[in-house]
């Protein structure tokens, strides 16, 4: 059975081979192809890289919104005995004991 599968998938690369080994280039002016079409796929292509770079940054945001809640609720366990500046810090100088 493993023979004909490995005949049968090296007559189907055997014929892709020799189709795309008879391939000639052609410009597009030979094919009668208008050459404006080409540019509302490219806008197409462009505005889709603008949104997924928008969502990529509204996710590393929403990121560091939870990480900083992360810190926040879970300060007494990562850093025991520590106050976190801005959180809970002590009113005067900071350098007076």
């Given at each position: 059975?493993?023979?004909?599968?490995?005949?049968?998938?090296?007559?189907?690369?055997?014929?892709?081979?020799?189709?795309?080994?008879?391939?000639?280039?052609?410009?597009?002016?030979?094919?009668?192809?208008?050459?404006?079409?080409?540019?509302?796929?490219?806008?197409?292509?462009?505005?889709?890289?603008?949104?997924?770079?928008?969502?990529?940054?509204?996710?590393?945001?929403?990121?560091?919104?939870?990480?900083?809640?992360?810190?926040?609720?879970?300060?007494d366990i990562l850093?025991?005995?520590?106050?976190?500046?801005?959180?809970?810090?002590?009113?005067?100088?900071?350098?007076?004991?």
């Open positions: 059975m493993f023979d004909r599968a490995a005949v049968g998938i090296r007559m189907e690369l055997g014929g892709f081979a020799r189709v795309m080994g008879r391939m000639q280039p052609v410009s597009v002016s030979d094919v009668r192809v208008v050459r404006c079409l080409f540019v509302v796929p490219f806008f197409v292509v462009v505005g889709s890289f603008a949104v997924v770079g928008g969502r990529v940054l509204v996710m590393l945001s929403s990121f560091s919104v939870m990480f900083r809640s992360f810190l926040v609720v879970h300060r850093f025991p005995g520590e106050i976190l500046r801005g959180l809970a810090a002590p009113r005067g100088n900071p350098m007076e004991f």
